[in-house]
């Protein structure tokens, strides 16, 4: 080295000291001997902080830190230079992206040697191409992933189907806006463009977290659900559609209805890869603008049928509550020592306006889904307490009703006060209402349960477990729990010839039950046998058609009255068959 070159190497330190790039030296632990100005000023060091105590973990992210030290560190020893991009953490903790080399230095002959590192911010750069990224995979005008990105994602999700990790089916959801092209004509492309825009951010309200909703045409949308586990499950995001567009949007000073004709393509069925199933549901699409707006149209016809059934009910059940169309209908339990009444259960009923009497087994679940079995609850219990009079008066005796609680209705924060307003409305006598909850209602979230069992449990309510026997309970809270009932599940008592280990649950139940300090009823009841069964069991009541189905109220107050003038054991010993009452119920 010519001792001019040496002269101008003097200035080296003052040079690595101005330049805004990121240097740092340290030792082959990570432990910092020097660092410039610029990388003082990114770590947020003062120029006094010693940063010997430094540590290059304080200089990155943690994962980044240890891929610097297996890899760099080893790939510079070995070559000289690791050159790649990293990140670097500010001294207010932000991640600064970094283009790094680190270098080594005296490690030739197995030494220990030294490391130094040069690092440029780049994160305008990464914005910039982040930027240039999301115009290319993104609609300009509502911001939402373009066709790029929907076929991606759609590929990704239906290889997860096939893995079998996530769920069994993945839907594509084609949704055509109905008339935007007369709003467009005639309030103009911007009201156009506000409206779709609008209309984007209501779809994304709709989606669950991991469905993507893309923007697919110019009046056309798209939407993947994933992690199916049946076609059911769709439903709720229908749901959620069809709630968001019955409010108009505000569009250029006026208020704009829309809906959507919707072509549906399930996969696999309807097809497995993004081209199948979008030309399918483009398909489905057609035929439901064809058979008019805001239309639903699945591809596969069977999906099709149970689709628009389910549709149709939720919209019917909707309009059921308003036009007065439930019913209750009451099915008496005796108890089994005396042959009295012990009360009667109240079960609803949805009198169709073709005719038919629906169970609840076809409805309820729909109404738990759409979340109508909270006001549709509170009619029960309201009816069920003022019809309770009417038994009461027809029977001459006090004769308590239960009313079932469905699980979102038990969830529900409302339900206590609601009852309290109730009872106090129609002059019930707290101790004659029993509330049937399930053992797996109960058994979901026992401390929440807990507290709202003691809640209506202050109130004055009996609360019975339903359906026991089917829901795992755990003794601990059963006993914890303010209970006054165990109802053993009707598939224990009805096994026909009785099933050996049915009854030993029976028999079981009604020891447990009795342990706890619980009235044990056994429910569905049909055979003088089942009957004869839980009387030698010692089971407190019994509930079934063995003496009596569910009936209309005007059924169920004869049931009281005569089964009050005949002796109540003789009527339990003569079965349903003679009490003319109860064949009136069944029709
Ligand atoms: P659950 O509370 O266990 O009601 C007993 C069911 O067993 C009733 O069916 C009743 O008709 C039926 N049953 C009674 N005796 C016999 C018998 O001897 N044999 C047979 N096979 N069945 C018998 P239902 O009325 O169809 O009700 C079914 C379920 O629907 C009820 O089961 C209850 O979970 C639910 N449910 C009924 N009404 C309401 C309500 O107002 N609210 C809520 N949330 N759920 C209700
Ligand atoms: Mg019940
Ligand atoms: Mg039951």
Redesign the pocket.
Known sequence: MSKRTHAWHAHLPEIVEATTDFIAIMDDSGRLRYINRAGRAMLGLSDFEDVERRHISDCHPEAETRRLLAEAFPIARRNGAWRGESMIISGDGQEIAVSQVVLAHGCQNGGAGMFSTIARDISERKRYDAEIRHQATHDPLTGLPNRIVLEEHLMMELARMAQGRRHAHVAVMLLDLDNFKRINDSLGHVAGDELLRSVAQRLRNCVRTGDMVARYGDDEFTIVASGLSAMDNLLPVIHKLRAAFELPFPVAGQEVFTGFSTGIAVAPNDGGDPVTLLKNADAAMYRAKASGRDRYQFYAPEMNARGQELLVLETELRHALEREEFVLHY?PQLHLCTGRIAGF????RWQHPAGRLV???DF?PMLEETGL?IPV?KW?LRRACAEYRKLRDASGTQVPVS????AR?FGDHRLVEELRHILRDEGMPPEDLEL?I?ESTVMQDTQAAGEILDALNAIGVRLAI??FGTGHSSLAYLKRFPLNTLKID?DFI?GRPWEENDAAIAEACISLGHKLGLDVIA????TAEQMQFLRAHGCDMI????FS??MPLQAASHFALHHKARAGAEALAQGVSKIPAIEKGRT
């Open positions: 099915q259960e109240a079960l609803l169970p609840p087994s309820i079995i609850g029960t009313v079932n609680v469905s209705q049937e399930t339903d359906d009707r009805q429910e569905g009841v049909e509930q079934g058609y063995h189905p569910p």
